[in-house]
């Protein structure tokens, strides 16, 4: 049971921002948010993690919802190398991935 | 510094065999966890390992097994396997783990293929 939520797909115009949803609606008190992405053939890659306020880093931002029940991946600018499964997860003792969001860039 | 090393990349056993899976985490992570991931189930715990101790397990029978060595690379045992074995495996490390305010490294995962 990976108690988040997330769209299927998602497909964006390369050099625009991308805005990834995810819905934790269960999330205890003292879990992060963890967000992930993977790309074909590959393990999964660390993007982000946040527990309440908003989080920025090289890669992408988190926007995290007042009640923290749901959660937005923020990449500013998507290139070709972004389009991967992108994974959020509750907590990370251990990691809980549902399906993911496929994301497609497009040149 | 290297990232984590997973070793075989491939393999392909018959069922009925055992397999054992390497992992070799980043350099000063003494925190090990496996992860078993397929299609239809998704990205599936397996265990933890902390210092040689094994601190949290997964739902999966006692075919699977794993263990920490003192310089923290890591093996995962299957025994008697079985067609939906069949997976990617992977290793994450970390630098202490059993928290959730911390990263996790993944390996490129070894591909189990049971025939």
């Known amino acids: 049971d990976a108690k988040t939520t997330q769209p299927n797909s998602m497909e964006s115009n390369e050099e625009e921002p991308v805005h990834l949803p995810c819905n934790h609606s269960t999330i205890s008190g003292t879990d992060y948010i963890h967000w992930y992405r993977q790309l074909p053939s590959q393990g999964p890659e660390y993007v982000i993690h946040?527990?309440?306020s908003n989080v920025n880093n090289r890669m992408a931002s988190l926007a995290i919802a007042e009640d923290r029940k749901s959660s937005t991946l923020i990449l500013h600018r998507a290139t070709l190398r972004d389009a991967a499964v992108y994974y959020c997860?509750?907590?990370?003792?251990?990691?809980?991935f549902g399906k993911g969001t496929r994301l497609s860039v497009i040149a | 510094k290297a990232g984590v090393t997973q070793t075989p990349r491939y393999l392909i056993k018959t069922r009925g065999q055992q397999v054992t899976l390497s992992c070799s985490p980043i350099?000063?992570?003494?925190?090990v966890s496996w992860y078993q991931q397929t299609p239809g189930q998704g990205l599936q715990f397996l265990f933890e390992?902390?210092?040689?101790?094994?601190?949290n397990k997964g739902n999966f029978p006692g075919r699977f097994s794993g263990r920490q060595f003192s310089n923290s690379r890591s093996e995962m045992n299957v025994s008697t396997l079985e067609l939906g074995d069949s997976a990617l495996y992977l290793c994450?490390?970390?630098?202490?783990?059993?928290?959730?305010?911390?990263?996790?490294?993944f390996g490129q995962g070894t591909r189990l293929t049971v025939v």
């Open positions: 390992y902390f210092s040689e101790t094994q601190r």
């Open positions: 997860s509750r907590s990370n003792t251990p990691l809980v």
């Open positions: 994450a490390s970390s630098l202490v783990g059993g928290s959730s305010n911390t990263e996790a490294f």
């Open positions: 350099s000063g992570h003494r925190s």
């Open positions: 946040g527990l309440t």
